[in-house]
Nanobody, 126 residues
């Protein structure tokens, strides 16, 4: 699976961005999909995850983004999205989409991811 993330940029605090992650090489409908982020000098951390399939998704969020970020997927486009609202300076990081090694699992730890996008930088100014 190849993953291409896009949509990052510079935004003021309180603003919004929508990240996209386009997958190729494999149909992603059989996989859960995740977003992680890594801020300068910090470890990569989980942001959001959405389950596999075509409907009735299970979704997990990190506490730090709950209520502000929304993960979604469009299997017809082989793409997962991360809508980020009410952005804060502490959301500044490189954001990565990821796919677990195994099909039909919903996991939230980086070590269980088998495929990673190249990352897209989000910078939130105060």
């Amino acid at each position: 699976v190849q993953l291409q993330a896009s949509g990052g940029g510079l935004v003021q605090a309180g603003g919004s961005l929508r990240l996209s992650c386009a997958a190729s090489g494999r149909t992603i409908s059989r996989y859960g999909m995740d977003w992680f982020r890594q801020a300068p000098g910090k470890e990569r951390e989980f942001v959001a995850a959405i389950s596999w399939g075509d409907y009735n998704y299970s979704i997990y969020y990190a506490d730090s983004v709950k209520g502000r970020f929304t993960i979604s997927r469009d299997n017809a486009k082989n793409t997962v999205y991360l809508q980020m609202n009410s952005l804060k300076p502490e959301d500044t990081a490189v954001y990565y989409c990821a796919v677990p090694t195994r099909e039909k699992v919903l996991v939230t730890t980086a070590r269980e991811m088998g495929y990673w996008g190249q990352g897209t930088l989000v910078t939130v100014s105060s």
